[in-house]
């Protein structure tokens, strides 16, 4: 059986961006390959230096990965930080990474169009980490968004190169990208994202959602006005959680004239609450039993050490680490 790999930072809250652009996607691949999902949690440190806000973050992602369609019977779940073989396996490829390709890595160029000060180390060579995170497990697949595809692209660089050093010892993993959820338009139009502030939260309080959707940005065409669904960010957002017969409803409110945005609103609520009540139910639920979730990631953690402890094991030998 193939095999596929994906990471998820817990810094912040999942939104519906994460869920359709990353999540959905690889927990759609469950049942026809072997899957390792992780928190990436050294990743995190770049921008979570507080001890006690990391662990509960991450323990709450946990949940919500879970509630929202990991299958922990099919998928290796465990932390990042409980298989040290990553940061092994990330310094033996920054040996022979080119300062140049770190260079030219979106994260680091955005950075620097920032303008931001007092660069870290750990920003730089966020991509080195990322290719030993992949190319640890010799997984076939990397599910990820379009932004991230860089970052796989690096790590087959990366693979190719320690292959002709020191012969065959990496799968080149193939990035996959589902063309239809490249990019979840957010309340302001732009990619849906925490650093741009225009996120809808998956699991936060339903007055808090409503909130959040209500603020959806919208032109300012009079209620009898036809209105174009192609162009509305309302739609744009409803069409990822509604079945065919319920977007053709709604696109012909739209293309009739008389739909208020007020309405339109409520309508992309509504289909909210019920597209994600099943997991926010089951989250509930399980926040009353943590013990399950400890569980979970002690028996992922094994499963990943054992396939990770191969291939370092390999890497370490034609490398000349071990005597």
Sequence with gaps: MQSLI??????GKIHLGNYFGAFKPAFEFQKDYQSYIFLANLHALNQVQNGKELKETSFDLCANLISLGLDTEKSHFFLQSDVPEHAELCWILSTICSFGVLERAHAWKDFKNKGLKDPKLGLFSYPVLMAADILLYNVDIVPVGKDQKQHV?????LAHKFNGIYGDTFILPTP???KEVETITGIDGQKMS???NNIIAIFEDENLIKKSIMKIQTDSLPVDAVKDPNTCNIFQIYKHMANKEELDNFKDKYLAGGLSY????????DKFMIYFKEARTKKAKLMEKPDQIYEILEQGKQQAKKRAQTTLNLVKEKTGLTL
């Design 6 to 11: 994906t990471g998820i930072k817990p810094t």
């Design 153 to 157: 692209e690096i790590a087959r660089d």
């Design 176 to 178: 996959v990208i589902q």
């Design 194 to 196: 925490k650093s741009y």
């Design 262 to 269: 007020g309405e339109a609103k409520n309508t992309l609520f």
